[in-house]
């Protein structure tokens, strides 16, 4: 089973559009981390969040984790193609700082 | 300041061969982490070096196996490939041990895309 489970699976929108992705553990997350990625690249750093309610924006992204800590999401306010790629959440479940976990990827698709 | 480097970007081997991927972290980071990536098992962490020590392993074969070096490069060995070892494998580098926990951003390279014929 995955330690963080992302939803959805992928996602196609129209320019312009608001999107939501989700990431949720089962258990408390420590540093909850968004990364983007490009097909067959490398991760691109985009915000980390570890208070509970904290929320953290960056241009056109916003990204909140809970109060509780155990989901976090990431909305983009109208999409634009750049935006388009996977979208990863990460962190160390349990704050054993010992194994980083990545969720199940979001694949974002943004027509022109 | 210079991001993290992976050499090679591409690379093609045949079942059997052993492989050796390499990573020059960020300089003053001191921890390099190794992932490998699928489509089917998504991101899954291999292991972390910090101060030429491994501290932290996940669950993976014995095949694989890395090191690191006094100047905090890392290397990352497969030994006798198999079709399943074909992924993206990505390296991150931090500069505290522990993996990615509080205050402790990763930073990751472009990958190495490994295919196994």
């Known amino acids: 089973s995955q330690e963080l489970e992302q939803s959805p699976q992928s996602l196609i929108v129209q320019e312009g559009k608001n999107l939501t992705i989700n990431c949720t553990s089962s258990?408390?997350?420590?540093?909850l981390y968004w990364y983007k990625q490009k097909y067959g690249e490398g991760l691109i750093f985009l915000m980390m969040?570890?208070?509970?309610?904290e929320e953290k924006s960056h241009e056109k992204i916003t990204a909140k984790l809970d109060e509780k800590k155990q989901q976090s999401s990431l909305h983009i306010t109208a999409s634009q193609p750049s935006h388009a790629g996977i979208y990863l959440c990460?962190?160390?479940?349990?704050?054993?700082?010992?194994?980083?976990?990545f969720g199940t990827g979001t694949s974002l698709t943004v027509i022109p | 300041k210079a991001g993290v480097t992976q050499t090679p970007r591409y690379l093609i081997k045949t079942r059997g061969q052993q492989v050796t991927l390499s990573c020059s972290p960020i300089?003053?980071?001191?921890?390099v982490s190794w992932y490998q990536q699928t489509p089917g098992q998504g991101l899954q962490f291999l292991f972390e070096?910090?101060?030429?020590?491994?501290?932290n392993k996940g669950n993976f074969p014995g095949r694989f196996s890395g090191r690191q070096f006094s100047n905090s490069r890392s290397e990352m060995n497969v030994s006798t490939l198999e079709l399943g070892d074909s992924a993206l494998y990505l390296c991150?580098?931090?500069?505290?041990?522990?993996?990615?926990?509080?205050?402790?951003?990763?930073?990751f390279g472009p990958g190495t895309r490994l295919t196994v014929l």
């Open positions: 070096y910090f101060s030429e020590t491994q501290r």
């Open positions: 990460g962190a160390d479940i349990g704050n054993t700082g010992n194994q980083f976990y």
């Open positions: 300089s003053g980071h001191r921890s």
């Open positions: 991150a580098s931090s500069f505290r041990y522990g993996a990615a926990g509080q205050y402790n951003e990763q930073f």
């Open positions: 969040l570890q208070k509970g309610g």
């Open positions: 258990k408390t997350l420590y540093g």
